[in-house]
């Protein structure tokens, strides 16, 4: 499936993370998430934020926490 061509390999997997993605969709019955600002939006508020380091510090609600459970 995949060789020498970088463009080739490429659209090689793209193409199988279109299929993953949609089998998942029709199988689980829910919606695609658009990945803008999912790591800047405030899990409590929905507010969006500047987030510095490891630490994510909300503006809006004053949420405290390490960005890798945001
Ligand atoms: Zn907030």
């Not at 990945?35 to 405030?42: G, I």
Request: charged share 25%; with cysteine; glycine share 8%.
């Amino acid at each position: 499936m995949f060789n020498s061509s970088k463009r080739h390999n490429g659209e090689v997997a793209k193409s199988h993370w279109k299929t993953i993605q949609s089998f998942m969709a029709y199988k689980s019955k829910t919606m695609p998430l658009n990945p803008k600002n999912t790591s800047k939006r405030c899990s409590r508020c929905g507010m969006i934020n500047a987030p510095k380091g490891a630490k994510y510090e909300c503006r809006g609600c004053g949420l405290r926490i390490d960005r890798q459970l945001l």
